[in-house]
């Protein structure tokens, strides 16, 4: 049983266009983190947040963007979209450092 | 800044033998965490271990392993009685210790495979 959950799972979008990942997360997971991997890499840490507050940033611009709302479920958007962002983004929650990140399965994201 | 490097890209192992995939990190921390995640086609990131650098003793998780070098900076994973389910991309990742959680940092990955 993963205990996250992220829609969609594919999606294609023009570049310049706009998209939404959505992330639901465990109850009592008050920290949830995104990350982007691209086809054979590892990911790469986008932005984390606590308690709806952003608590961290990775190297993307200011394009990427997020919310976490009180039921534990968090938003990715990204704008302008541009081809290098296609990518498997996926979301990471946790109750606290000392029990560790569980992973989503993922939103493939295809940038045409 | 912190970095995670996998040397091997792929590796292959017979069903029911051992093998060891190798880590190395970077970092000034001295608090901080490792961990091996598992990521098979389904995508899902799995944790298979997590060590605490404070923590002189090896995690161990049933036919998981690790053999943590702090001074070396080394964290490698032996992997024993290698069943078929566990052909999948296994990634190394470090992170600091931080209030309430700090990123991961991944290293490249890699690709194992279990041949029956």
């Known amino acids: 049983e993963t205990g996250v959950t992220q829609s969609p799972t594919h999606l294609i979008k023009t570049r310049g266009q706009q998209v939404t990942l959505r992330c639901s997360s465990q109850s009592g997971h008050n920290t949830v983190s995104w990350y982007q991997q691209a086809l054979g890499q590892g990911p790469q840490f986008i932005f984390q947040y606590y308690r709806e507050e952003e608590n961290g940033r990775g190297n993307f611009p200011p394009r990427f963007s997020g919310l976490q709302f009180p039921n534990y479920s968090s938003e990715l958007n990204v704008n302008a979209l541009e081809l290098d962002d296609s990518a498997l983004y996926l979301c990471a929650s946790s109750m606290g450092q000392n029990y560790g990140y569980t992973f989503g399965s993922g939103t493939r994201l295809t940038v045409v | 800044a912190q970095t995670v490097t996998q040397s091997q890209p792929e590796m292959s192992v017979q069903e029911a033998e051992t093998v060891t995939l190798s880590c190395t990190y970077d970092t000034s921390e001295n608090n901080y965490y490792l961990f091996w995640y598992k990521q098979p086609p389904s995508r899902q990131m799995i944790l298979v271990i997590r060590?605490?650098?404070?923590?002189?003793q090896n995690a161990t998780e049933n036919r998981f392993s690790v053999n943590f070098q702090k001074a070396a900076k080394s964290f490698s994973l032996k992997i024993s009685d290698s069943q078929l389910g566990d052909t999948a991309m296994y990634f190394c990742a470090f992170m600091k210790h931080n209030f309430p959680g700090g990123k991961l940092i991944f290293g490249q990955g890699t690709e194992l495979s279990v041949k029956p």
């Open positions: 060590q605490e650098a404070y923590k002189q």
